[in-house]
Nanobody, 126 residues
Framework: QVQLVESGGRLVQAGGSLRLSCAAS????????MGWFRQAPGKEREFVAG????????YYGDSVKGRFTISRDNAKNTVYLQMNGLKPEDTAVYYC???????????????????WGQGTQVTVSS
């Protein structure tokens, strides 16, 4: 029902900025809470940021709060993650995900997200 494709990941120096995009198929995009997750080698996938259906509310993981900004453009079926002040510990594969149900609350657990993109690699060098 929903297909997600991330893009924008690349090698960037510490302190730099990067903008990730997630393009979604289907006109049901606006029905879903969207989230960004990341997974580093040897670590479990963790919640990074989430945004409500209309984009009116956002929520961030403690490790990225104040540095990352999630946004969405429902007319373009696209979710963005603006990453500023990047650190080497931000290095990971970043995944875009769509909640599997129509909700008003942002969930941080992966079990609530039904649709996932393939991931895009972000590498932050020192």
């Amino acid at each position: 029902q929903v297909q997600l494709v991330e893009s924008g990941g690349r090698l960037v120096q510490a302190g730099g900025s990067l903008r990730l995009s997630c393009a979604a198929s289907g006109r049901t995009f606006s029905n879903y809470v969207m989230g960004w997750f990341r997974q580093a080698p040897g670590k479990e996938r963790e919640f990074v940021a989430g945004i409500t259906r209309s984009g009116g509310s956002t929520y961030y993981g403690d490790s990225v709060k104040g540095r990352f900004t999630i946004s969405r453009d429902n007319a373009k079926n696209t979710v963005y993650l603006q990453m500023n002040g990047l650190k080497p510990e931000d290095t990971a594969v970043y995944y875009c995900a769509a909640d599997g149900a129509v909700r008003s609350k942002i969930e941080v657990e992966i079990r609530f997200y039904r649709y996932w993109g393939q991931g895009t690699q972000v590498t932050v060098s020192s």
